[in-house]
C-alpha cells in the first residue's frame, strides 16, 4: 500500500512538472533582429513647375504595386518633394537596398547623369547648356559647378524682339537649383529608362489606336522631345524608331480588331536639323500619308499642348495631346524595372546531403543563353520547389514535362543532374512544331512519397495567335513581318515568366501520393495551460504603500477543469513572496479553479495581482512567477 502511495505520489509530481507554466518575467525586454535584405524603390521623374505635368505622374506611382515602399522623387523644379526627401523616406522605412527607377524617355540623357551623381553613383559632371521651355518661357537651363558641387541654373533667353525694346521675358531672374548628393546607407541601384521597352510600345500602340481611322492610308509620326548632343542622338533615334516598329506589330499582329498602320517614322523637336534634317517633324508629317502624331512624352504640358500643335500649324493630322501618363502600364513598367533588381533567381536542392543553390545564370552558361523556354522551366522548377514540404533532393525527384524543347530538357536535366530523371509527355496532337498552352504543364514527383507539384501556365497567358504564329515561323513560311512580331512576343513572355508574381504566371497544385494515406489528429490534453500575460510592471511604488492591480490572464486550452497555484523563483531576498499578493492572497494561500470549455478549448481567468510593500524595501526588484495547473 505504501509502494503504492509513492508511485502514485511521483506520477502526480510529473504531471506537475510537465504543467509548470512560465512565465511571467517581470521587465526584460525581447530583441528580435532582421538581417534580410529591404527594398525601397525609388522612382525620379524630370518634374516641373506646372501641377497639370506632376498630377498624372503622382497618379502613376501610386499604382505601383509592389511587396516594398514606393518613393517619387523630382530631379527639379519641385520643392520639397526631391530625389533627397524621397530617399530620406526611405531611409525611415529603413530599407536596405534602393532600387531607382528614372521615368525618363531615354537612357541617352544627360539628366541620367546628374541623377547618378544625386545618388551618389559619380563624383563628377560634364557641365553643359541647352534651351529648355518653362511656362512658355523659353529659358538657357545649364549645370554648372559651384564650390564643391554642381547647381542647376535657369536663365531667360532674350528673342530679337526682346532685345530692340529692351524688355525682357516674364521670368527675368535667374534661377538655381543644387545638385545635393544623396546622404543614406542603403545601397543604391540604378535601372535604365524607358527607352523602348515593350509596355512603352504598348502605351503607343493604344494611343495609336485611339486616332487611327484608316489606318492602311495612315503613318504613324512617333515624336520625342530628342537632344542636340551628338552623342546622345543616335541612342534616340534607335529607342523611338524600335517603339514606333514595336506598336505597329502590336497593332497588325497583336490587337483585336487588327489595325494594318501603313508606316512609320520618327521625329524630334529638339535636335540638330543641319545634320539630321530627316528627322525634322514638320517635313516629316507635311508628307507623310495620313499622319497619325502620336508624343512620346512622360506627361501632357508645354510640348504635347502647345510646341508640337504650333509646329505643326495649318497641318493636317491626328493627334490629341496624349502622353504617357495616364496609362497602366506606366506602373506596369515600374514594377518591372524595379522586379529585375528584387526577383530572386535562385533555387535549392540537395545532392548527397550537400545543398546547392542553382541560379539562372547557371542554366544560361549551360544552354548558352535564356531563351523563354529556359524562363518557362526555371521558374516552374522554382515554383514548384517553393510549395513543396522541405527541399527535394537530387536522386529523389523526376520532372515529367508537356513541352520538347531543348530549353526545357536542358533547364529540367541541369537542376537534377540527370537526363533519365526527365520525361517528355505531349499531350496529344502536339509536337515540336504544333504546340498549344498545354504543353506548359510540369509534373514534380518526389519518388520516395509519390507526391506531385503540378505547375501549368494560366490561361491566357499567351496572346491570341502565338502558336499559330510559331508554327509558321517554325515552318518557314512567316513574312518578315510576322518573323518580327514573334520575335517581340517571346521578349515579352521571356520578361513575364522571370518577373512576374508567381501567382500572375503558374497554376501550382500539390497533390499527395496515392501510395499511402497521411493521418493527422489533434488530441487535446485534459490538463493544459498557458499564460498570455508575458510581463508585469508595476512601477514605482513607495515603502509601506499598496500598488495599483495588474491583471494576469491565464487560459484553460485542455479539456478538464483545473486546480491553479503559483510559486515565486529568482527572489533571492524573498521581496515577492513576501508582498505579492494574487486576487488578495499571498503566494502560499493563492489557489484558484479554472473550468474547462470544451466547444473550442480556451477558458480565460483572470488572476489580479498587486504588491503590498514592506517598510524595509527599496530598489527595484525582478522575479519570475510559475503557475502549476493540475487535476482538481
Not at 525694346?165 to 537649383?177: A, F, I, R, S, V
Not at 544560361?364 to 516552374?380: L, R
Request: with cysteine.
Amino acid at each position: 500500500m505504501k509502494e503504492t502511495k509513492q508511485k502514485k505520489s511521483r506520477k502526480a509530481i510529473a504531471v506537475n512538472i510537465m504543467l509548470l507554466i512560465m512565465i511571467i518575467s517581470l521587465i526584460i525586454p525581447a530583441v528580435a533582429a532582421e538581417n534580410e535584405e529591404k527594398y525601397g524603390i525609388l522612382v525620379i521623374a524630370h518634374g516641373s513647375s506646372s501641377e497639370d505635368w506632376c498630377s498624372p505622374v503622382r497618379n502613376a506611382v501610386s499604382e505601383v504595386d509592389l511587396p516594398y515602399p514606393v518613393e517619387l522623387g523630382f530631379l527639379e523644379f519641385v520643392p520639397n518633394e526631391t530625389i533627397n526627401d524621397a530617399v530620406e523616406r526611405l531611409d525611415d522605412a529603413r530599407v536596405t537596398k534602393i532600387i531607382a527607377v528614372p521615368l525618363f524617355i531615354s537612357s541617352h540623357s544627360s539628366h541620367i547623369q546628374e541623377i547618378e551623381y544625386v545618388l551618389g553613383l559619380r563624383e563628377t559632371l560634364p557641365t553643359m547648356s541647352e534651351h529648355i521651355i518653362v511656362e512658355g518661357v523659353e529659358m538657357e537651363r545649364s549645370v554648372v559647378a559651384k564650390g564643391n558641387g554642381y547647381i542647376i541654373s535657369r536663365v531667360p533667353v532674350m528673342s530679337d524682339w526682346d532685345m530692340q525694346t529692351l524688355k525682357h521675358p516674364d521670368k527675368d531672374e535667374e534661377e538655381e537649383e543644387e545638385l545635393v548628393p544623396v546622404e543614406t546607407d542603403a545601397e543604391i541601384v540604378l535601372t535604365g529608362a524607358m527607352d523602348d521597352h515593350w509596355l512603352v510600345a504598348g502605351i503607343v500602340a493604344d494611343r495609336t489606336a485611339d486616332l487611327s481611322e484608316n489606318p492602311e492610308d495612315e503613318t504613324l509620326v512617333l515624336v520625342a522631345h530628342g537632344t542636340g548632343e551628338e552623342d546622345n542622338f543616335a541612342g534616340w533615334v534607335n529607342s523611338t524608331e524600335s517603339l514606333a516598329n514595336q506598336a505597329r506589330l502590336k497593332l497588325t499582329y497583336w490587337s483585336d480588331p487588327a489595325i494594318g498602320i501603313a508606316g512609320t517614322q520618327a521625329a524630334f523637336i529638339h535636335h540638330n536639323e543641319t545634320l539630321h534634317p530627316e528627322f525634322t517633324l514638320r517635313p516629316i508629317v507635311e508628307n507623310a500619308t495620313g499622319p497619325v502624331v502620336v508624343s512620346l512624352m512622360v506627361s501632357e504640358g508645354y510640348f504635347t499642348g502647345t510646341k508640337i500643335p504650333k509646329l505643326l500649324e495649318n497641318l493636317t493630322y491626328a493627334y490629341d495631346s496624349s502622353a504617357l501618363t495616364p496609362h497602366p502600364n506606366v506602373a506596369e513598367w515600374i514594377k518591372m524595372s524595379a522586379a529585375k533588381e528584387s526577383t530572386d533567381l535562385a533555387l535549392q536542392i540537395y545532392d548527397e546531403g550537400e545543398l546547392l543553390d542553382i541560379t539562372l545564370d547557371d542554366i544560361a552558361e549551360a544552354h548558352g543563353h535564356v531563351c523563354p523556354c529556359v524562363a518557362a522551366a526555371f521558374k516552374a522548377s522554382q515554383a514548384a520547389f517553393e510549395a513543396w514540404d522541405g527541399i527535394p533532393e537530387r536522386g529523389n525527384l523526376e520532372i515529367v514535362s508537356a513541352h520538347p524543347s531543348d530549353g526545357h530538357n536542358e533547364t529540367f536535366e541541369y537542376i537534377l543532374d540527370s537526363s533519365e530523371d526527365v520525361t517528355v509527355n505531349l499531350p496529344e496532337g502536339t509536337d515540336i512544331v504544333n504546340l498549344t498552352e498545354d504543353n506548359y504543364c510540369y509534373r514534380f514527383v518526389e519518388i520516395s512519397t509519390g507526391d506531385v507539384v503540378v505547375v501549368s501556365v494560366k490561361d491566357g497567358f499567351f496572346p491570341d495567335g502565338f502558336f499559330e504564329m510559331r508554327e509558321r515561323c517554325k515552318t518557314k513560311v512567316a513574312t518578315p513581318d510576322e518573323k518580327s512580331a514573334f520575335k517581340l512576343a517571346k521578349k515579352e513572355l521571356k520578361e513575364k515568366f522571370l518577373y512576374l508574381p508567381t501567382e500572375e504566371v503558374f497554376e501550382v497544385e500539390y497533390i499527395r501520393g496515392e501510395s499511402s494515406t497521411k493521418l493527422t489528429a489533434e488530441i487535446i490534453p485534459a490538463i493544459s495551460m498557458t499564460v498570455t500575460t508575458t510581463g508585469v510592471d508595476f512601477g514605482k511604488v513607495g515603502t509601506g504603500m499598496t500598488s495599483g492591480n495588474q491583471v494576469i490572464t491565464v487560459v484553460n486550452t485542455g479539456a478538464s477543469t483545473a486546480k491553479l497555484s503559483a510559486m515565486i523563483l529568482d527572489d533571492s531576498n524573498g521581496f515577492y513572496n513576501e508582498s505579492l499578493r494574487l486576487n488578495g492572497l499571498n503566494i502560499g494561500g493563492f489557489s484558484g479553479v479554472v473550468p474547462a470549455d470544451t466547444s473550442d478549448f480556451w477558458y480565460e481567468y483572470e488572476v489580479v495581482t498587486n504588491l503590498v510593500v514592506p517598510d524595509w524595501a527599496g530598489g527595484t526588484y525582478d522575479g519570475t512567477i510559475f503557475f502549476v495547473a493540475q487535476s482538481e
